[in-house]
């Protein structure tokens, strides 16, 4: 069985082992693994996945909707998150599953409430590509996107924290969708 790299610098084709975890402090440890031996999982562990739905126009026109006037929020439960290249297991309640590329932010300290003043970088540990996987179908009957956007493996995420992102609004993500069908 090859190792699981919870963590991890990546360095071309080579993993170094870290102890501890980015959000709460890290040290390089001494073991290095080549990736293709190394079983990736998400390099996040959050207590809650928060998501701003509709806030992209041409989404959310191609879905038949408008641009809310406020963030729309939902959840994604922990339950659903994977690792960037395990399976995404369809659901048999959905007859129309789809991905969505999105950019998830990774937050190193607890941000609550802040003040017109206060930056909000400064709670920002850095960013990760996340796969929204939706039951579409689901999603369009329900009032609440839970069930549609909470299935176990309808969150693959990774396969790296980026700390140096210094703009997000030209970010481009790449979501490599492999159908075993």
């Known amino acids: 069985m090859p190792p699981v790299c ?8 080579r993993i170094k082992e870290i102890t501890g975890t980015p959000w ?16 990736l ?13 509709r806030n992209y126009a041409a989404h959310a026109a191609e879905m038949g909707n408008q641009v809310p006037a406020g963030p729309l929020i939902f959840f994604k439960p922990p339950s659903s998150i994977v690792g960037p290249h ?11 599953v789809e991905h969505e590329g999105e950019l998830g932010v990774v937050m190193a300290k607890k941000c609550s ?6 930056d909000p970088f400064y ?14 179908d689901i999603q369009k009957s329900d009032v609440q996107f839970a069930r549609a956007k909470g299935f176990e493996t309808f969150c693959p995420i990774g396969p790296h924290i980026e700390t140096q992102l210094e703009r997000t609004d030209n970010a481009r993500l790449s979501i490599v969708v492999v159908s075993s069908a």
Do not use: F, M
């Open 6 to 13: 919870l963590c991890g610098t990546e360095s071309w084709n």
């Open 24 to 39: 709460n402090g890290w040290q390089p440890a001494t073991d290095t693994w080549a990736i293709k031996d190394c079983q």
């Open 41 to 53: 999982v998400a390099p996040v562990d959050p207590s809650k996945i928060v998501c701003v739905g």
């Open 86 to 96: 395990a399976s995404i297991v369809l659901t048999k309640y959905s007859k129309k």
């Open 113 to 118: 409430q802040l003040s017109d003043a206060a």
């Open 123 to 136: 709670y920002v540990l850095g960013y990760t590509c996340v796969n929204d996987v939706s039951a579409r």
